[in-house]
T-cell receptor
Framework: AQSVTQLGSHVSVSEGALVLLRCNYSSSVPPYLFWYVQYPNQGLQLLLKYTSAATLVKGINGFEAEFKKSETSFHLTKPSAHMSDAAEYFCAVVHYGGSQGNLIFGKGTKLSVKP | NAGVTQTPKFQVLKTGQSMTLQCAQDMNHNSMYWYRQDPGMGLRLIYYSASEGTTDKGEVPNGYNVSRLNKREFSLRLESAAPSQTSVYFC?????????????FGPGTRLTVL
């Protein structure tokens, strides 16, 4: 069965600092992976997705993620944090099996940005 | 183009009361989903509808029922609400249940059961 693990439920960075949010996946087949962002009191919106076309995926708002099969990781990065990046971030993997095609979400990482 | 809309935005129920959460999408998507979000738990799938006329259980279906009324609308019903169902509920839709299909989310319904 597929799963994702997000390391760190809370991450705090200073404005202008590097953002690194960690996601490790478990999958017996090549995975399809997503990062979603949730701003306070809103629904989720897609940041980026990995569908095996390229290992480095660029998303919206300057975020990118690199798929590393050897490390079973799909970490999200942004070179310079902005106050508007404060939100909760979810990693997700497509599930194979009985409910094939559905997403399985990690527990989320809340990002705080200090001025 | 409103995307995915949910009503109501907020609701307070007493234990044992029933209610229906409404969801509609205007993107002509085939698949729709209901999730619940609890602190530290991420999103968990309650029910989904791969296409009009079909519904299936997700990870946490107990205490809920759903209806795919037509291609646009997918409702979630709590027959006898319990405090454990206090949560934020999100509806989502996607073009199809597929390996790379992005899901689009509504703004959520915040439900409190006393």
């Amino acid at each position: 069965a597929q799963s994702v693990t997000q390391l760190g439920s809370h991450v705090s960075v200073s404005e202008g600092a590097l953002v690194l949010l960690r996601c490790n996946y478990s999958s017996s087949v090549p995975p399809y992976l997503f990062w979603y962002v949730q701003y306070p009191n809103q629904g989720l919106q897609l940041l980026l997705k990995y569908t095996s076309a390229a290992t480095l995926v660029k998303g919206i708002n300057g975020f990118e993620a690199e798929f590393k099969k050897s490390e079973t990781s799909f970490h999200l990065t942004k070179p310079s944090a902005h106050m508007s990046d404060a939100a909760e971030y979810f990693c997700a993997v497509v599930h194979y099996g009985g409910s094939q095609g559905n997403l399985i979400f990690g527990k989320g990482t809340k990002l705080s940005v200090k001025p | 183009n409103a995307g995915v809309t949910q009503t109501p935005k907020f609701q307070v129920l007493k234990t044992g009361q029933s209610m229906t959460l409404q969801c509609a999408q205007d993107m002509n998507h085939n698949s729709m989903y209901w999730y619940r979000q609890d602190p530290g738990m991420g999103l968990r799938l309650i029910y989904y509808s791969a296409s009009e006329g079909t519904t299936d259980k997700g990870e946490v279906p107990n205490g809920y029922n759903v209806s795919r009324l037509n291609k646009r609308e997918f409702s979630l019903r709590l027959e006898s609400a319990a405090p454990s169902q206090t949560s934020v509920y999100f509806c989502a839709s996607s073009e199809r249940r597929g390996l790379v299909g992005e899901q689009f989310f509504g703004p959520g319904t915040r439900l409190t059961v006393l």
